[in-house]
């Protein structure tokens, strides 16, 4: 049975916190199909540890899961994950697509779910304010199942993506409660100019800046039209309602 040492163990298990992952430039990933999604990427695959190679116990010392899987991965994080400057972020819109704007989601789960979102419906990239979770957080990662491999992500100053997105000629689009009904709308898909869809935060909604930005407001009408059960939808159901009407009408 190969061994571990403590020292790489506690390399290992820090990377559960943000800090760590920062500062190394290294993520988790645990579970077979998690693993083997990492191994078809473009991540780099720093190192794997096998349950039946290093022992239970030794695994059940790294895993971030309740249970540990067979098998964990230490990943290396895509250089770009972090766009900064002017020319990158026009650069990551130059011509049409369809975007995803999350306005600082803290829920690992909801993040997790909007990338599955993304990833299903084929969004160009998702772009998150730099106070959104981090998307290499074990529980994101894990509720990607898998997304996290195949959707750009970037976090960014959002206000000036909307900016550069409105002075191409694009639309920025966020979903308010006195918006106007999404399905009797036109919406511009993305297809000839970038289109950003805004994703607020799970209590606060849209921020005050973002929605100074926002061209279009949407309505999500509920059913009855008169009886809305609910207050409001969650983030990631709000998304993927929002995500499929949109590309319904590419169709």
Known sequence: MASISNNEIKKVKSLQQKKFRDETGLFIVEGEKMVEEA?????????????????????????????????????????????????????????????????????????GTILRIADWFGVDAVLAAKDTVDVFNPKVVQATMGAVFRVKMHYVDLPSVSEIILDKGGKVYGTFLDGRNMYSTSLDTGLEKPVMIVIGNESEGISPAMEKLVSDRLYIPPYPADDPGSESLNAAVATAITVAEFRRRTY
Do not use: C
Not at 43 to 50: G, H, L, R, S, T
Not at 100 to 106: E, K, P, V
């Open 39 to 111: 191994l078809r990427s473009p991540f780099k695959v720093e190192n794997i540890y096998k349950k039946d190679e290093i022992g239970d116990e030794a695994m059940k010392r790294i895993t971030a899961l309740a249970s540990p899987s067979p098998v964990l991965a230490v990943v290396r994080k895509p250089s770009d994950i972090y766009v900064d400057e002017a020319e990158d972020l026009s650069s990551l819109l130059s011509s049409g697509g369809l975007f995803l704007a999350l306005d600082t989601i803290r829920d690992p789960g909801n993040l």
